[in-house]
């Protein structure tokens, strides 16, 4: 049975700082990987998809990278702003069903 | 192009009560799932209709939950009768195949 830890739970930052939030995974045998945004009272926002074949995704100031040897997953944020301010939960794809993390907490204080 | 929508956006009801979901898709996604996010835990799989039919229901808890999507449209999810453990946010996603999903907002549900 897959399980996915999200590392740390929560992270408060000062806006400007370069953020890594961590996933791992316990089986490797994945189809894909997604990272999604929640804010609060909304729904989940697709950030970066990474393919089992791939090693990292980029859109903007967002860069996913993906070891599936390891079972890991890092989600880097360059230059943090308030707006980034929001929960990032990972989900690991072996099928059409994904598991996910229970999520990092983000907040980025001016 | 709307995204997925869900109705209500909040939920408040007594134990023993009925609440039924509402979830609409974006138009022309044959697949649709629902999720649960239970207050401290991670967002679990409930089920996934292809057009009007159950692929997988494998996530529903018990039958006190009943999933239904008539005409392969929109789908409801209905809890009868609620119990306190049924709090949480449920999630409705839809996609055109088995790939990159689209969550909706969410209905927060509330039991007392």
Redesign the interface.
């Known amino acids: 049975k897959q399980e996915v830890t999200q590392i740390p739970a929560a992270l408060s930052v000062p806006e400007g700082e370069n953020l890594v939030l961590n996933c791992s995974f316990t089986d490797s045998a994945i189809y894909n990987l997604q990272w999604f945004r929640q804010d609060p009272g909304k729904g989940l926002t697709s950030l970066l998809l990474i393919q089992s074949s791939q090693r990292e995704q980029t859109s903007g100031r967002l860069n996913a990278s993906l070891d599936k040897s390891s079972g890991r997953s890092t989600l880097y944020i360059a230059a943090s702003q308030p707006g980034d301010s929001a929960t990032y939960l990972c989900a690991v794809r072996g099928s059409y069903i994904p598991t996910f993390g229970r999520g990092t907490s983000l907040i980025v204080h001016p | 192009e709307a ?2 929508t869900q109705f209500p ?1 909040h939920s408040v009801i007594e134990k023993g009560q009925t609440v039924t979901l509402r979830c609409d898709p974006i138009s022309g996604h044959d ?1 649709l799932y629902w999720y649960r996010r239970v207050m ?6 409930l089920l ?1 209709f292809v057009k009007e039919s159950k692929q ?1 229901e494998s ?1 529903m808890p018990n039958n006190r939950f009943l999933a239904e999507r008539t005409g392969g449209t929109y789908s409801t999810l209905k809890v009868q009768p609620a119990e306190l453990e049924d709090s949480g946010v449920y ?1 409705c ?1 839809s996609s055109p195949l ?9 209905t927060r549900l509330t039991v007392l």
């Open positions: 995204g997925v956006s697949n401290g835990k991670e967002i679990k799989f996934h997988d996530g999630f996603a088995t790939d990159t999903q689209y969550f909706g907002p969410g």
